[in-house]
């Protein structure tokens, strides 16, 4: 059983539709991070979050922890095709990762 | 800077044979670490070093050996390569710990590794 479970697992969808992938654990976390990763590539971060409540933005991507500092979401708006990826979540805190979220965007 | 660098980009080894996955990065990171990522499991740490001399082991150090001479670089070696060790491996490295700070971990671009 994995610290963190990200849904869906993957997801496919039309350029500028909308997404929103999760992040959800049972444990409390002092903050979260998402990050991206293309084929054949390393993971890059994207943002890390340590408030409970707190949202970032990101050109079309915004980030939100949960109250509880137990969840967070990850919703790209009107998303393009650049936007293809393995996202992930991570709390470093516990050393642990997600499976990750993949995202296709079809042109 | 060249940031995180990994070699060799793709190995393939028999089951028994040993090889060292290279690992250096050109940021003066005291912190590095060693994860593996397989379909459905995400990243999982293998061994971690907080600096020169200093190395623990993570979630899965079974088969897995890491020594640190110098801050630039972090080997990891295979002692007696098995078919479960068939994974992507991927280096990263940081200013600070990774799990009392929020510092950005910086990712190597991996080895694909695959044991017959």
């Known amino acids: 059983t994995q610290l963190l479970e990200q849904s869906p697992q993957f997801l496919s969808i039309q350029e500028g539709e909308n997404l929103t992938v999760y992040c959800n654990s049972s444990?409390?976390?002092?903050?979260l991070q998402w990050y991206r990763q293309e084929p054949g590539e390393g993971p890059v971060l994207l943002v890390t979050?340590?408030?409970?409540?707190e949202v970032k933005k990101l050109k079309r991507l915004t980030f939100q922890f949960g109250d509880a500092r137990k969840d967070s979401s990850l919703h790209i708006t009107a998303a393009q095709p650049g936007d293809t990826g393995l996202y992930l979540c991570a709390a470093l805190s516990k050393l642990s990762f997600g499976a990750g979220t993949t995202v296709t965007v079809r042109a | 800077n060249a940031g995180v660098t990994q070699t060799p980009k793709f190995q393939v080894l028999k089951t028994g044979q040993s090889m060292t996955l290279q690992c250096a990065q050109d940021m003066n990171h005291e912190y590095m670490s060693w994860y593996r990522q397989d379909p459905g499991m995400g990243l999982r740490l293998i061994h971690y070093s907080v600096g020169a001399g200093i190395t623990d082991q993570g979630e899965v150090p079974n088969g897995y050996n890491v020594s640190r001479s110098t801050t630039e670089d972090f080997p990891l070696r295979l002692l007696s390569a098995a078919p479960s060790q068939t994974s992507v491996y991927f280096c990263a490295s940081s200013t600070r710990e990774v799990t009392t700070s929020t510092d950005t971990q910086y990712f190597g671009p991996g080895t694909r590794l695959t044991v017959l």
């Open positions: 444990s409390v976390f002092s903050s």
């Open positions: 979050v340590v408030t409970g409540g």
